[in-house]
Structure formats: C-alpha cells, structure tokens
C-alpha cells in the first residue's frame, strides 16, 4: 500500500478545490447560472466533478466570499446579483477578461480608469524628478521600438503602472495595479499585427502624458491620460 503524507493529502485537496472553483466561477461569469438561479446540489457538483463533500464545501466558501454565491439552509446555493460581485478579486476580473465577449466588462473598465488614471496623472505632474522623467520616456520609446503585440503590451502596462507610482498614493496604486491587470490580459487577445497600425501614434500620445508631468502642468497631464484612455479604448472597439 502507498502511504501519502497528510501534507500531500492537503496539496491534493487544494488542487481539487482550486478547480471546482474555477469550474463554477467562470460558468457563472459567463451567465451560465444567472442571477438568482441555483447551482447544483452537493451530491450533484460532487458527481460532476469527481470530488468529494468537503472540496465541495472549501470550493462553495470561496465562492461566497468572492460575492459570486449565497447559501441558506434547507434552501440550497443561488447566484447574487452581479453588482454584489467582488470586481476587485483578481480570480472574479479575470474570469471577466477570458469571456468572448466581454463587451460590458471592458465599458466599466474605461469608466473607472477615467475617474482616478487622470488624477493620478495630474498627481504625478506635482511631484516628479528627472529620473522618474527618464523612466517614464524611456518607456515611451519602447512603445515606439516595440517589435510585437506582447512587447508593446508590456510597455504600455509599465507606462501606466508608473505614472501610479509617481502619485505616491498607495490606494490609486493598489487599485491602478488591478485594473491594469485586467486590461493587460484584454489587450494581449487582440490580433498580433493590429498594434502597428497605432504604434507610433499611441507611443506619441504617451509622450504627451510624460511630457506634461515633467514639466509639472497637472491638467494639461490630466487631459493627455484621458485622451490616451478614451482612444485606446476606441481601438480595441474598432
């Protein structure tokens, strides 16, 4: 008989878990089980999945404080609203990104960056010194160097990223982190070829935004950020 520590019976059932949760999450993000209508039985999420009760119950848990599930005794597991959902819960945004069609999603997204990425723009333009200034053209000409979609992605993110840390405000980093997160993963699904288009005319406009906040005008770095939101988001509509 094979002997199995009770640390690789821990693993083991955290594997199990961990799957069932990403199972029911996406299918409930996707609309598979709309709001208010409820979710399997135990017996039967145990069967379809092949695990036990208690996976069941870790899984369903986790589920319920990411705001996805409610349960209530001699009732069963229904679906909240998906207003109550945590958008905030890195597992919830990207069940949200690997949708087909996460058209919604990607409006409220826009809506929220509007609201603090200009600010922290206009922040940044109050307080930068020359080597924040040097990293943040130097991120500019890898959006205008990059050689792929992945590369021109990954400027973009650090851009952003770091006009967040030049805030110096902790919560519009934290926030800014996850949002970016998500639109990262949103961005690399667009077709390899379609930056280069753009390019040169995205790399310009950041410059604009670096340019304001080296020269320490807070609206006019408030006005570049949004304009370079508004018109990214027109292309990835478009």
Known sequence: MTLVSPGARLERASNHTNFVVEQIGRAIV????????????????????????TVVREAKKTLAAKGLIQSKAKVGTHVRPAAEWNLFDEDVLRWHTSMKNPGRFYEELLEIRLIFEPAAAAQAARQANDADCTRLFGLCDRLADARTRADFVVADYEFHQQVLVLS?????????HIVQTALY??????????????????AGNHRLIAKAICNGLPAEAHEAMARVIRDGHLRAAG
């Open 30 to 53: 996707a609309g598979e089980y709309p709001a208010e209508s409820m979710i399997p039985l135990d017996p039967d999420l145990c069967e379809m999945f092949d695990v036990s009760r």
């Open 168 to 176: 110096d405000n902790r919560f519009l980093q934290s926030l800014g």
């Open 185 to 202: 993963s949103l961005f690399l699904k667009e077709p390899e070829a379609s930056f280069l288009d753009a390019r040169a005319e995205v």
